[in-house]
């Protein structure tokens, strides 16, 4: 379907109701309602808090209205764990009313499944979903029926219950008490449809309802927000949509170039062909000129920017979600994408518009791009985008960690607040990305900052030997941006894209996506997160400089004045994890096979492994973040860093702190475990050394898993030691027997480990030094020598600590997980 844009003038004029004097003739079912015109007859009763819909008479298919449907959230909980925000959309479906007998059945129809009859035709070897059934209100002369919806829009079709019930926290403890909670229902007596909110427009009906969920075992997460707890209530959005009509052309999905897709099975291709197929979601953008190699469009692409979002935030917002006019301009669309500001009375619910929402909440979290499509072909309906407005906050944080607050406000390339308004344009047109039909590149970091569908992590730089932002993020479309624009909707036909695609290949551009990228475990050398450089081993040991003259320079500076030492706490644990998601991309080299997303002659059918050099380098660059120095937390911090904290309870302060040595006092120790945790378990991750062991196996001169081992305990278990080598020390041999008694492990590197610990456990018996020493080696050595001690070592896991969150609320695979 296509919407024609109206002004918010004409667009009042269809929401208004339509009020006439009833006369004798009107229909008893109306009494007491007022009557609206638009996608379909609709009458409001609001004291009685009816819905009425006339639906068309059934047609031969014994249909009677078949429109796209789906949910959003107009409110949200708050809280950026459980995924439930303002702006949140479900799933799009083909919903079908039917009538039997006194009822009518709505009924979810299958379009995914395409049979043999002719398209169009539901196959009836596959199931539907039949999600209400209300009485027939009235039948009309005309055959037309009329219905109460209203009971339909109180059910739960956002899974609003199943995301409340996502345990763990936001630092991934698996702790249901410190999530949403457990057992949270839909309480049908404290929901209700809301009549008083029922738009109506020629394409479009909107309405929302009024769902309240209960529990009597509610979560930190909504303990922290709730007026009471065990009752949450949400306003969800309802929309039907008139169908999409004909002339949208589908886009074949390509592997090469990624992006969201719609799948269908497909029977009536011929014998030989695959029935599974994937078409690339877009927006249908049609030029006024189609044989024009530059033309203006019928109807542009324009995202609205919620007015909720604050200056300088909007402009920052407003510029970035633009650039992507550059990449439309390049792919020959004149003025066909659009940034704009919402306009005064315009609901961002209505389905019309594509909307950038501004959202705040309790703590940070992540942002994300939605869309409504329509299932049958991939068309984008419309964009829903919601930015989360914490995390600028936290980005302002570390800045100012590593350049000082004093420039906060200032202006200037190293000013905290500008530095976080580019990460701003960048996310702004990164979200919107995805609601144009893009996925995640994380390779773009790699080649040049080639594309706003990357995380990018902040380049900084040194100057004078201290921390500079002046090219933090890059600004503007990237290379490979450019090239999905063009591939998604520059290219007019099926062949046209396929060359457009060869020719990215062929140019040497990197597409990495999330399966390849997002766990520290993978085998993609150039899928990383947060990373920035061609080379992230390079990178890596430059930025453990930057790390170390950030550490070093770290104190008061940090803070404003008049703010609470105890912020200093906070303040410094992304600057001494600075390094965390460099050492990550950096592993992935280690063991790592450089793969693509290849066709059949394409010339990137073999996926080989990492040549043995850059491995070793990788692993070299790791290790050296193991090290003392680069652990070691400067004395003159800790009585900083140990100050009390005092007032109410502030969720976000208290989820990004290292572990303390009992109240507010600061342990460098604990902080060491943690640095020495994130290289620990890139190193020791289960199909890590399975990959290679089996390189190894194929070609003597790599890599393998005894190397690494060997290399790794020559490091972190020198002949003389402090507390902090011995807390490192004891963090890497714990780490090594839990992964020789992961299930996950391969048998034979398990007996690798096992074997590697025993014969540290020996040594460790006869180790000499002095008396700290050798208590502690005598104690670790009878632990992990006698079978029944070790077993409760590695269940207790004694003076482990939670890695504090860095991603925008902690593990990015949890989050992947919500509905």
Known sequence: MRFALLSTAAMLAFALPVHAAAPASVPSPFAGSVAMEGLLPVHV?????????????????GVSGRYLYTTALRTGLGSAPTFLDRGRVGDAQILAFRRLGKKVVAQFENPRFRSPAGAGVPSGDFATS???????????????????????????????????????????????????????????????????????????????????????????????????????????????VRLPGPGFVPRAFDPRIGGFSTQSVDYRVPLGQDVVRDVANRFRLEKVDPTAARSRVKKPIIFYLDRAAPEPIRAALLEGIDWWGQAFDAAGYIDAFKAELLPEGADPMDVRYNIVNWDDRATRGWSYGQDIVDPRTGEIVKGMVVLGSERVRQDILIFQGLVGAAKTGQGGPNDPVQVALARIRQLGAHEVGHSLGFAHNFAGSTQDRASVMDYPGPRIGLVDGKPD??????????????????????????????AKATADVAAGMRYVQDDNARKADTAQPWGGLWDDGPDPTAELTRLMTVRRAAIDGFGTAAL?????????????????????????????????????????????????PVPADRQRAALSAVLATLSPDQLRVPAGLLPLLSSARNGS????????????????????LVAADVGAEVPLNALLAPTRLARLEVQHAVDPNALGVSELLDRLLAVTLPDRTDALTRRIAYRTIVTMAQAARNPQVMPEIAAILDSRVHDVAEGLARRKGDAADMAWASSLSRQLLDPQQRERLLADRPRTVDVPPGDPIGGESDWMDLP
């Open 45 to 61: 009763d609001r004291n009685g808090g009816r819905i009425l819909l006339t639906l068309p008479a059934a047609g031969p298919d």
């Open 130 to 240: 039949v999600v209400w059934t209300g009485d027939v209100v009235a039948t009309q002369p005309d055959g037309s029926i009329v219905v109460d919806i209203a009971s339909f829009l109180t059910a739960d079709r956002l899974g609003i219950a199943k995301s409340l019930g996502q345990e763990g926290d936001a630092m991934g403890t698996g702790d249901a008490a410190q999530g949403a909670g457990k057992g949270f229902k839909l309480d049908d007596k404290l929901s209700a449809a809301d009549p008083a909110s029922v738009k109506l427009f020629p394409d479009n009906l909107e309405i929302d309802a009024i769902q309240t969920y209960t529990s009597d075992k509610p979560g930190a997460e909504v303990e922290n927000i709730a007026p009471d707890p065990r009752q949450v209530s949400f306003t969800v959005h309802h929309s039907f």
């Open 469 to 498: 932002l002046t090219d933090a993020y890059a600004r503007g479309i990237g290379t490979w941006d450019k090239a999905t624009v063009d591939w998604l909707y520059g290219a007019g036909t099926q062949a046209e894209a396929d």
């Open 560 to 608: 404003l004045p008049g703010e609470p030492m105890a912020d200093l706490r906070r303040r410094f644990v992304p600057i001494y994890l600075l390094h965390r998601y460099e050492v990550v991309a950096a592993a992935k080299a280690i063991g790592g096979v450089d793969f693509a997303y290849s066709i059949y002659g394409d010339g990137r059918e073999q996926s080989l």
């Open 649 to 668: 309870d502030n969720r976000q302060f208290d989820i990004e702190l290292f572990a303390t040595a009992g109240g507010p006092v600061f342990d460098p």
